[in-house]
């Protein structure tokens, strides 16, 4: 047998991993729904006396409802078994939260839920993202039932995620697909500190999940009416104004109702009525979006918010955009600055090799946020020490200020030091 001949046999096909085992219902089966209060009080008693983390996950009703409020909560807790707590009929859980004030509250995304569960009294002081543990371990899929299937092997079914979470009661399979999704919470938990531990980046991911935890709730935005979709085709500032006063007059039906913004008049019905201006409760009704029993019933509404805008006076127009706070857009700098957008460049490539070579998505080893703001106003002397500070001030961790501040400051420095020669030479 030649040797070329040896190697080819000795080749074995890659081994095919084992198909993940279905997880079809929680080991104690579906709890009954907490929806009083001696059951609260009884929960709250078997979570207090639990021990270690508690997994806990949330259910809304976006695009049905009006906000982000929660209308199911998952817990579970070794000791205390898994409970699903409805806060539309228990909407004060603060004894619940107190309860369990003191544990790590393990949540998958936790941005996501951690406002519609303050909304209910339940604040945590320390927490584990396993998404953003995933994103940092440098996993390629971060959606639960991508991290449950990859490090633990068992697949969760995800039909009922987009259900309407408000429909009372809620049926029996949503209510399973809601306990399985705390049932490996912890588990999957537990297998992800050890590979960050592995990985040498679990002081960083406590340090992110430190700063989640201590967020303060996010500004409210202004001018909200500016993310109607398809706003880029309104260019007239009175057109604009016909967009403002249609998106408050739909936002106060849709508190009034509490039904999502969308399903009393979706934003394209916004920007056609903006664009065409209709004079009339016909010429409003003949136009795409206004077709609905609900549209059609509150004609008057929409036509009275147009009339507004229509009569408000120049000085009272919105402004074509909002000004604009920080850099500019980056695309521009070229011709405002040619010497920032160097250093943007230099910045966003030393950040991607820092990035590759801890294997670390480059948006979570440094805000691009923060990249622009230091690459259009760095400090004078551009030392390690002085972008650290600014870093800093911006709300960087100190992971991330260490690994940054210094090529950060070797890029800049080098700019400098080529600008001062080529100034010198000429």
Same mark, same amino acid.
């Given at each position: 047998?030649?040797?070329?001949?040896?190697?080819?046999?000795?080749?074995?096909?890659?081994?095919?991993?084992?198909?993940?085992?279905?997880?079809?219902?929680?080991?104690?089966?579906?709890?009954?729904?907490?929806?009083?209060?001696?059951?609260?009080?009884?929960?709250?008693?078997?979570?207090?006396? =639990?021990?270690?983390?508690?997994?806990?996950?949330?259910?809304?009703?976006? =695009?049905?409802?009006?906000?982000?409020?929660?209308?199911?909560?998952?817990?579970?807790?070794?000791?205390?078994?898994?409970?699903? +707590?409805?806060?539309?009929?228990?909407?004060?859980?603060?004894?619940?939260?107190?309860?369990?004030?003191?544990?790590?509250?393990?949540?998958?995304?936790?941005?996501?839920?951690?406002?519609?569960?303050?909304?209910?009294?339940?604040?945590?002081?320390?927490?584990?993202?396993?998404?953003?543990?995933?994103?940092?371990?440098?996993?390629?899929?971060?959606?639960?039932?991508?991290?449950?299937?990859?490090?633990? =092997?068992?697949?969760?079914?995800?039909?009922?995620?987009?259900?309407?979470?408000?429909?009372?009661?809620?049926?029996?399979?949503?209510?399973?697909?809601?306990?399985?999704?705390?049932?490996?919470?912890?588990?999957?938990?537990?297998?992800? !500190?050890?590979?960050?531990?592995?990985?040498?980046?679990?002081?960083?991911?406590?340090?992110?999940?430190?700063?989640?935890?201590?967020?303060?709730?996010?500004?409210?935005? +202004?001018?909200?009416?500016?993310?109607? %979709?398809?706003?880029?085709?309104?260019?007239?500032?009175?057109?604009?104004?016909?967009?403002?006063?249609?998106?408050?007059?739909?936002?106060?039906?849709?508190?009034?109702?509490?039904?999502?913004?969308?399903?009393?008049?979706?934003?394209?019905?916004?920007?056609?009525?903006?664009?065409?201006?209709?004079?009339?409760?016909?010429?409003?009704?003949?136009?795409?979006?206004?077709?609905?029993?609900?549209?059609?019933?509150?004609?008057? +509404?929409?036509?009275?918010?147009? !009339?507004?805008?229509?009569?408000?006076? !120049?000085?009272?127009?919105?402004? %074509?955009?909002?000004?604009?706070?920080?850099?500019?857009?980056?695309?521009?700098?070229?011709?405002?600055?040619?010497?920032?957008?160097?250093?943007?460049?230099?910045?966003?490539?030393?950040?991607?090799?820092?990035?590759?070579?801890?294997?670390?998505?480059? !948006?979570?080893?440094?805000?691009?946020?923060?990249?622009?703001?230091?690459?259009?106003?760095?400090? %004078?002397?551009?030392?390690?020490?002085?972008?650290?500070?600014?870093?800093?001030?911006?709300?960087?961790?100190?992971?991330?200020?260490?690994?940054?501040?210094?090529?950060?400051?070797?890029?800049?420095?080098?700019?400098?030091?080529?600008?001062?020669?080529?100034?010198?030479?000429?």
């Amino acid at each position: 047998m030649t040797d070329a001949s040896f190697e080819t046999s000795s080749e074995l096909p890659a081994p095919v991993p084992p198909a993940p085992v279905p997880l079809l219902a929680p080991r104690e089966g579906v709890p009954p729904v907490v929806a009083d209060p001696e059951a609260l009080a009884e929960t709250v008693a078997a979570f207090a006396a =639990g021990a270690g983390p508690v997994a806990v996950d949330a259910e809304r009703a976006s =695009g049905y409802r009006y906000g982000q409020r929660a209308y199911l909560i998952q817990l579970r807790r070794a000791g205390a078994g898994s409970a699903l +707590v409805d806060p539309a009929a228990c909407p004060d859980l603060s004894a619940l939260g107190a309860a369990i004030v003191d544990a790590e509250w393990v949540l998958h995304a936790a941005s996501q839920d951690l406002p519609c569960l303050a909304e209910v009294g339940m604040v945590p002081r320390r927490i584990f993202d396993t998404e953003l543990a995933g994103r940092l371990a440098a996993f390629p899929r971060v959606g639960l039932g991508a991290m449950v299937e990859t490090v633990l =092997g068992f697949s969760l079914e995800k039909g009922h995620s987009a259900v309407d979470w408000s429909t009372r009661p809620l049926p029996e399979p949503w209510l399973r697909y809601a306990a399985l999704d705390v049932e490996v919470l912890i588990e999957l938990r537990d297998e992800l !500190e050890a590979t960050l531990t592995e990985q040498g980046k679990l002081d960083w991911a406590l340090q992110e999940f430190a700063a989640i935890a201590a967020a303060p709730p996010p500004a409210p935005r +202004v001018d909200p009416w500016r993310r109607t %979709s398809g706003l880029h085709r309104v260019r007239r500032r009175r057109q604009l104004a016909i967009v403002r006063s249609l998106w408050q007059a739909r936002d106060t039906v849709a508190r009034q109702k509490d039904v999502s913004p969308g399903r009393v008049i979706p934003d394209t019905a916004i920007v056609e009525a903006a664009l065409n201006g209709p004079a009339s409760v016909a010429a409003l009704l003949a136009l795409p979006g206004f077709t609905g029993r609900d549209s059609r019933r509150q004609a008057g +509404v929409w036509l009275a918010a147009i !009339e507004q805008a229509r009569a408000l006076p !120049e000085a009272e127009l919105p402004m %074509s955009t909002l000004p604009h706070e920080g850099p500019p857009p980056a695309r521009a700098w070229t011709d405002k600055d040619p010497a920032a957008a160097e250093r943007l460049t230099a910045a966003k490539t030393a950040v991607a090799a820092i990035a590759d070579e801890h294997t670390l998505p480059t !948006e979570n080893l440094l805000a691009p946020d923060y990249v622009r703001r230091l690459a259009w106003a760095p400090p %004078s002397a551009p030392s390690a020490d002085a972008i650290g500070e600014v870093l800093r001030e911006f709300g960087a961790r100190p992971w991330q200020i260490a690994l940054t501040a210094p090529a950060l400051s070797g890029a800049f420095l080098r700019l400098a030091a080529h600008a001062a020669n080529g100034t010198a030479g000429a």
